[in-house]
């Protein structure tokens, strides 16, 4: 069966929803790089890492804290 002018039409629509989604989410991607930049320059010159490995320390000295009483 041979899809109709109407299916045509549907198949398009939908593959351009698929690819005007796919640019929504690179660009919110895009943002929150961006976003996450601004922030770090507003902060200082520390790294995500640096901040990233302070979080896990933190968090590991509190469980043994906890642990320990």
Do not use: C, F, Y
């Amino acid at each position: 069966m041979r899809p109709g002018p109407v299916d045509q039409v549907i198949e398009k629509s939908d593959e351009r929803e698929k690819s005007l989604m796919a640019g929504l989410e690179r660009t919110q991607d895009e943002s929150q790089k961006a976003r996450d930049a601004i922030q770090l320059a507003r902060n200082g010159t520390i790294k995500p890492e640096k901040k990233e490995q302070d979080l896990i320390s933190q968090s590991q000295e509190h469980r043994k804290k906890t642990h320990e009483n």
